[in-house]
């Protein structure tokens, strides 16, 4: 079993609609919990950056973590065309520990 | 600000060569990580140095290492490629080793 586990899509919805990506995971050590955004053939770009559980939003994104499901997820309002890319999760036992990555969702956003 | 420079950005090495790919962090960080992208996969940590110090090493070979330089940047050295070490090769700079890590673009490279 994968440390964590990422649904690896495609995922297809219409321009402005509300996406949901998730992952869940199995070590109950993760305290720090990151979505990158990687478009095609480009190195990953830091969305949101969270600690332990609860919510955090930046603009038109959302982060949630529930430790006690282990579950984490991402949630995009008013899609646009350019949020089409690869959403990875990514958590961490420490501040200083090595980063552990889902293997990606697909995104795309049709006009 | 510059970001995260990697370089070079695409490479094509023959089975059995030697590469190294290098990496500027950002201004002020002193702490680089190097992780591996398989097409497909999300990326696997390799190495990560702070203050010219190795901290971490993920589960590749002896072939793989790395170092830091007094200026913060860096070098992954693969020796005897293979076939499979074909991927996206991809630096990260924190300001102290925390989570909070930013990515470059990465260096491509093909082993035939």
């Known amino acids: 079993q994968k440390e964590v586990e990422q649904d690896p899509g495609p995922l297809s919805v219409p321009e402005g609609a509300i996406v949901s990506l998730n992952c869940t995971y199995s070590?109950?050590?993760?305290?720090?919990f990151m979505w990158y955004r990687q478009y095609s053939r480009k190195g990953p770009e830091l969305l949101m950056y969270?600690?332990?559980?609860g919510n955090k939003e930046d603009g038109r994104f959302t982060a949630q973590v529930d430790k006690s499901s282990k579950y984490i997820s991402l949630f995009i309002r008013d899609s646009q065309p350019s949020d089409s890319a690869t959403y990875l999760c990514?958590?961490?036992?420490?501040?200083?520990?090595?980063?552990?990555f889902g293997s990606g969702t697909r995104l795309s956003i049709r006009p | 600000d510059a970001g995260v420079t990697q370089s070079p950005t695409h490479l094509i090495k023959t089975r059995g060569q030697h590469v190294t790919l290098r990496c500027s962090p950002i201004?002020?960080?002193?702490?680089v990580s190097w992780y591996q992208q398989v097409l497909g996969q999300g990326p696997q940590f390799i190495f990560q140095?702070?203050?010219?110090?190795?901290?971490g090493r993920g589960n590749f070979p002896d072939r793989f290492s790395a170092r830091q330089f007094p200026n913060y940047s860096s070098e992954l050295n693969v020796n005897a490629l293979l076939l499979g070490d074909s991927a996206l090769y991809l630096c990260?700079?924190?300001?102290?080793?925390?989570?909070?890590?930013?990515f470059g673009q990465g260096t491509r490279l093909t082993v035939v």
């Open positions: 990260a700079s924190s300001p102290a080793g925390d989570s909070e890590a930013f």
């Open positions: 070590n109950s050590a993760f305290q720090y």
């Open positions: 969270t600690y332990s559980s």
């Open positions: 990514a958590m961490s036992y420490s501040s200083a520990s090595k980063i552990i």
């Open positions: 201004s002020g960080h002193k702490s």
């Open positions: 140095y702070y203050e010219k110090e190795e901290r």
